[in-house]
């Protein structure tokens, strides 16, 4: 039962927690408030006529007070009792006063139990058993502390309290040691998260980029010692950015977490798969041959093909680019060569249609180019920024009366020691490196400028424009076109773009929406490399352009190649039968010049007529 203070009886002074909180600070008030409410436990003897140790605590305000009495300590039924109330006890007192040795049995037997371990334990016994054995018995039964009978209150209480200060105090520091213990052990376990995520990628569990360096250290040293080939391909999805575009970031991760699932099923276990950017996957495959690894790059490409990814009602499917380079035990390679490798055969898979596999090779150009990237990137920047660019200038003659009716302005670099560098050698790998639309529009606003500065009686003159495919996507380059003309006064038709086949094709609605808008201004069109691109002649037909430029690989050999002769025939043959006129380029000789006039060519263009100089010519 519980024992509450007694509202029947009122003492004639305040219980001795009151008197002692009405002189105490608001901190001890709070203390006291919260050792009332400490539970206490009071086993108490049924034989027993003497003052109830309950009541005395009730009458000093505990108030949360457990009661129960006894005859015999040896009962289990008590101890199961006790153990009912065990989370609410803070204290226990009991009375051995009849059982002597057995009632401290007991007290062992409390005292061992799991749950009153921290639960401080006051004995209460008869005073004629007062002797030191006793005592040290009491203390090894787990006591803290005993009264003797009779149990005066002015005893009792400061006991009681000291007891339950004890048990606060003991409480605060299991608690204390268990935030300890919890601390450590999230400390412990944040360590091991950030240990895991220095060698993996947290999306998908993969090793990320730093842990695949370091397995292709120990491969290439495997490679050496053991005299075996190794493998690492890079995996680069073709067109991840739909789906992120599309269904956002979060749908996009999820697709990346499939992909990487159905890279390690495809895989051997001792395989080193890794994800390495947003979107481009490594595998290393030690001891293996080129045979092999190929087989393995063309297994994974096919698997990625055939997977479908499902989101929204929308079925997506992408393809995969697979450069593949080998770790050969006579290379002295590092780990970030052998990784550049695999990246730039990845590069020319996608360079030549996507979703292929590659092996490195050191006769790829696009591999040529990036090598030589690092050296010209600054020469090229160098040249636009310092004015060391310059235009050549090849003249086109009217084959009738071969006059000469305007150029072809051709684009040169001048180097450090003021050599001239073909456009072959740096356009490329501006175009590679973003440098190609400081150039083009560069070489607008020049030509532009040389028109604007020729004499009237050159105002017939045309200058033909070569512009890269990124040129005629550019939506700057309409404005870009439109200011320069204004300022400088010049007509628009006295400017044709050279646009070629293969490029007007590649994006042909940008491409045709912006032709069309510069023709409107007066600007001419000349489709290059006329007959190389194979394109039907729909395309042609449709394309708004007023020249078609026959490729010099048709007109070299002309007078001796017969394939060439009924090509070109063929081609003036569409020129005309579509209204546009004809350029031959490549004329090398007073006989190719002469057979094409015999075709009915109408423009012509090559070194038997002007070798491309600094100055325009004239006749």
Same mark, same amino acid.
């Given at each position: 039962?519980?024992?509450?203070?007694?509202?029947?009886?009122?003492?004639?002074?305040?219980?001795?927690?009151?008197?002692?909180?009405?002189?105490?600070?608001?901190?001890?008030? #709070?203390? *006291?408030?919260?050792?009332?409410?400490?539970?206490?436990?009071?086993?108490?003897?049924? $034989?027993?006529?003497?003052?109830?140790?309950?009541?005395?605590?009730?009458?000093?305000?505990?108030?949360?007070?457990?009661?129960?009495?006894?005859?015999?300590?040896?009962?289990?039924?008590?101890?199961?009792?006790?153990?009912?109330?065990?989370?609410?006890?803070?204290?226990?007192?009991?009375?051995?006063?009849? @059982?002597?040795?057995?009632? *401290?049995?007991?007290?062992?037997?409390?005292?061992?139990?799991?749950?009153?371990?921290?639960? /401080?334990?006051?004995?209460?016994?008869?005073?004629?058993?007062?002797?030191?054995?006793?005592?040290?018995?009491?203390?090894?039964?787990?006591?803290?502390?005993?009264?003797?009978?009779?149990?005066?209150?002015?005893?009792?209480?400061?006991?009681?309290?000291?007891?339950?200060?004890?048990?606060?105090?003991?409480?605060?520091?299991? $608690?204390?040691?268990?935030?300890?213990?919890?601390? *450590?052990?999230?400390?412990?376990?944040?360590?091991?998260?950030?240990?895991?995520?220095?060698?993996?990628?947290?999306?998908?569990?993969?090793?990320?980029?730093?842990?695949?360096?370091?397995?292709?250290?120990?491969?290439?040293?495997?490679?050496?010692?053991?005299?075996?080939?190794?493998?690492?391909?890079?995996?680069?999805?073709?067109?991840?950015?739909?789906?992120?575009?599309?269904?956002?970031?979060?749908?996009?991760?999820?697709?990346?977490?499939?992909?990487?699932?159905?890279?390690?099923?495809?895989?051997?276990?001792?395989?080193?798969?890794?994800?390495?950017?947003?979107?481009?996957?490594?595998?290393?495959?030690?001891?293996?041959?080129?045979?092999?690894?190929?087989?393995?790059?063309?297994?994974?490409?096919?698997?990625?093909?055939? !997977?479908?990814?499902?989101?929204?009602?929308?079925?997506?499917?992408?393809?995969?680019?697979?450069?593949?380079?080998?770790?050969? /035990?006579?290379?002295?390679?590092?780990?970030?060569?052998?990784?550049?490798?695999?990246?730039?055969?990845?590069?020319?898979?996608?360079?030549?249609?996507?979703?292929?596999?590659?092996?490195?090779?050191?006769?790829?150009?696009?591999?040529?180019?990036?090598?030589?990237?690092?050296?010209?990137? /600054?020469?090229?920047?160098?040249?636009?920024?310092?004015?060391?660019?310059?235009?050549?200038?090849?003249?086109?003659?009217?084959?009738?009366?071969?006059?000469?009716?305007?150029?072809?302005?051709?684009?040169?670099?001048?180097?450090?020691?003021?050599?001239?560098?073909?456009?072959?050698?740096?356009?490329?790998?501006?175009?590679?490196?973003?440098?190609?639309?400081?150039?083009?529009?560069?070489?607008?606003?020049?030509?532009?400028?040389?028109?604007?500065?020729?004499?009237?009686?050159?105002?017939?003159?045309?200058?033909?424009?070569?512009?890269?495919?990124?040129?005629?996507?550019? /939506?700057?380059?309409?404005?870009?076109?439109?200011?320069?003309?204004?300022?400088?006064?010049?007509?628009?038709?006295?400017?044709?773009?050279?646009?070629?086949?293969?490029?007007?094709?590649?994006?042909?609605?940008?491409?045709?929406?912006?032709?069309?808008?510069?023709?409107?201004?007066?600007?001419?069109?000349?489709?290059?490399?006329?007959?190389?691109?194979?394109?039907?002649? @729909? !395309?042609?037909?449709?394309?708004?352009?007023?020249?078609?430029?026959?490729?010099?690989?048709?007109?070299?050999? #002309?007078?001796?190649?017969?394939?060439?002769?009924?090509?070109?025939?063929?081609?003036?043959?569409?020129?005309?039968? *579509?209204?546009?006129?004809?350029?031959?380029?490549?004329?090398?000789?007073?006989?190719?010049?002469?057979?094409?006039?015999? !075709?009915?060519?109408?423009?012509?263009?090559?070194?038997?007529?002007?070798?491309?100089?600094?100055?325009?010519?004239?006749?």
């Amino acid at each position: 039962m519980t024992i509450s203070p007694n509202s029947d009886v009122q003492p004639a002074y305040s219980t001795d927690l009151e008197t002692h909180a009405q002189n105490s600070s608001k901190s001890e008030k #709070l203390n *006291l408030e919260n050792i009332r409410q400490k539970g206490i436990y009071v086993i108490e003897n049924s $034989n027993d006529e003497s003052a109830s140790v309950a009541s005395m605590l009730a009458k000093s305000g505990f108030e949360k007070i457990f009661s129960t009495t006894h005859q015999n300590t040896a009962d289990k039924s008590l101890l199961r009792k006790i153990q009912q109330d065990a989370n609410n006890t803070d204290l226990i007192l009991l009375d051995i006063t009849h @059982n002597g040795l057995s009632g *401290l049995e007991f007290c062992r037997k409390i005292h061992d139990l799991k749950l009153f371990h921290d639960t /401080p334990l006051i004995i209460i016994a008869s005073k004629n058993i007062w002797h030191e054995d006793f005592i040290y018995s009491a203390f090894l039964a787990g006591a803290i502390d005993i009264i003797f009978k009779p149990v005066q209150r002015l005893e009792l209480i400061p006991r009681v309290i000291s007891s339950l200060l004890l048990k606060t105090e003991r409480d605060l520091r299991k $608690n204390h040691k268990i935030e300890l213990e919890n601390e *450590l052990a999230e400390r412990k376990v944040i360590e091991a998260r950030l240990q895991y995520l220095v060698s993996h990628d947290e999306l998908t569990g993969l090793c990320n980029r730093r842990r695949l360096e370091q397995a292709l250290e120990t491969a290439v040293f495997h490679s050496k010692r053991k005299n075996y080939t190794s493998a690492l391909l890079y995996i680069d999805l073709d067109q991840f950015k739909v789906i992120n575009d599309a269904e956002g970031h979060a749908t996009g991760d999820r697709f990346l977490m499939s992909i990487a699932n159905q890279l390690r099923q495809g895989i051997h276990k001792d395989n080193i798969l890794a994800r390495i950017s947003s979107d481009e996957y490594s595998i290393l495959v030690e001891n293996t041959t080129d045979e092999k690894a190929r087989g393995l790059a063309e297994k994974l490409r096919r698997s990625i093909d055939g !997977y479908r990814f499902s989101t929204n009602d929308k079925d997506y499917h992408i393809g995969a680019s697979i450069g593949v380079a080998m770790i050969l /035990p006579e290379e002295d390679l590092t780990a970030s060569e052998i990784l550049a490798r695999s990246t730039q055969a990845c590069f020319e898979a996608k360079t030549h249609g996507r979703n292929m596999v590659h092996m490195f090779s050191h006769d790829d150009l696009e591999t040529h180019i990036i090598r030589n990237a690092a050296n010209w990137v /600054p020469k090229i920047r160098d040249a636009i920024e310092n004015n060391r660019l310059c235009m050549h200038y090849q003249p086109v003659i009217d084959v009738t009366n071969g006059k000469i009716t305007g150029h072809e302005a051709l684009i040169r670099m001048i180097d450090y020691n003021g050599k001239l560098v073909t456009p072959d050698s740096f356009i490329p790998i501006a175009e590679r490196m973003g440098l190609i639309r400081d150039i083009d529009f560069w070489v607008i606003n020049h030509v532009i400028d040389v028109l604007h500065k020729l004499p009237e009686k050159y105002d017939h003159q045309t200058i033909n424009i070569n512009l890269s495919m990124y040129a005629f996507q550019d /939506p700057a380059l309409l404005p870009l076109v439109c200011n320069k003309l204004a300022t400088t006064g010049v007509a628009a038709n006295r400017i044709t773009f050279e646009i070629t086949e293969t490029a007007a094709v590649s994006n042909y609605a940008n491409t045709r929406r912006m032709i069309k808008q510069l023709r409107k201004l007066g600007c001419c069109f000349a489709l290059d490399d006329f007959g190389t691109g194979f394109s039907s002649f @729909n !395309y042609i037909k449709q394309f708004p352009v007023d020249y078609l430029k026959i490729d010099g690989c048709f007109i070299r050999n #002309l007078t001796h190649d017969q394939v060439d002769q009924r090509l070109v025939k063929s081609m003036i043959d569409v020129a005309k039968t *579509l209204n546009k006129k004809i350029v031959a380029e490549y004329v090398e000789n007073e006989e190719i010049l002469n057979l094409l006039k015999k !075709y009915g060519i109408d423009l012509a263009q090559g070194y038997y007529i002007g070798a491309p100089k600094a100055d325009l010519q004239y006749n």
